[in-house]
């Protein structure tokens, strides 16, 4: 009975022996820790080349460079639609505004408290850029301004560029760029009032404006 028991005893202790702390105690490196294994003694070993994140495959050269063969692209990678001109400008009046402004014209809040202006996005220079150029200012930076890369993402980047030409296009649009079918659907706006167009109509109801009666003249006056 008593080597009954020791032999149960045994067989359940016996699976124990299979556990090691190291199954949950592993030996690691603290981050930025050193290391004698390595000869460059860094624990932190460098990707190898052409290593990419998990959903940060670049191979569309120009929807992420905004250049093919090192030359800026003058057309959008992906199809620009009503949301993304919307999403563009939204993401513009957050990052762009402070310094050009919400119009575009280089005008922004910090401009007017002293800030290096911008150029206006309605010289002649910027009007003939590529919109391949406004995605490489956004994603390197150019002269005073920083790269936004990290905080644009880069489709969100071509939806500012999508905005930037809506306003070009609407400082420089002319009736005659809308298609004749379509005119007849623009929103008329009257005139304000002025001079010489007749007094403003009575309100309904308001009681009638007497004129003035002409002074006299005075006693002993001219008639």
């Given at each position: ?112 408290r002293g800030f290096r202006q911008p150029p206006s996005y309605y010289e002649d220079k910027l009007m003939r850029a590529p919109v391949g150029h406004f995605f490489d200012v956004m ?85």
């Amino acid at each position: 009975m008593r080597n009954s028991i020791l032999l149960s005893a045994g067989a359940l202790l016996l699976p124990l022996l299979g556990c090691r702390d190291d199954m949950h105690n592993q030996p690691r490196y603290k981050p930025l820790a050193g290391s004698d294994f390595f000869g460059d003694h860094r624990s932190a070993r460098t990707p190898v080349d052409g290593t990419s994140p998990r959903g940060y495959l670049r191979v569309d050269e120009a929807r992420y460079t905004g250049k093919i063969a090192g030359e800026e692209i003058d057309q959008f990678p992906f199809p620009i639609a009503k949301a993304d001109i919307e999403r563009g400008q939204s993401r513009f009046n957050i990052y762009c505004t402070p310094c050009h402004g919400r119009l575009g014209d280089g005008n922004g809040l910090v401009v007017q408290r002293g800030f290096r202006q911008p150029p206006s996005y309605y010289e002649d220079k910027l009007m003939r850029a590529p919109v391949g150029h406004f995605f490489d200012v956004m994603t390197n930076g150019f002269g005073a301004m920083a790269s936004y890369a990290s905080r644009v993402e880069p489709d969100d980047r071509w939806r500012i560029a999508a905005y930037i030409r809506a306003l070009q296009l609407s400082e420089n649009a002319k009736i005659t760029d809308i298609p004749a079918d379509q005119r007849q659907n623009l929103p008329v706006e009257q005139p304000p009032r002025g001079l010489g167009q007749g007094p403003a109509p009575e309100a309904p109801g308001a009681p009638a404006v007497q004129p003035a009666p002409a002074a006299a003249p005075e006693r002993g006056g001219k008639q």
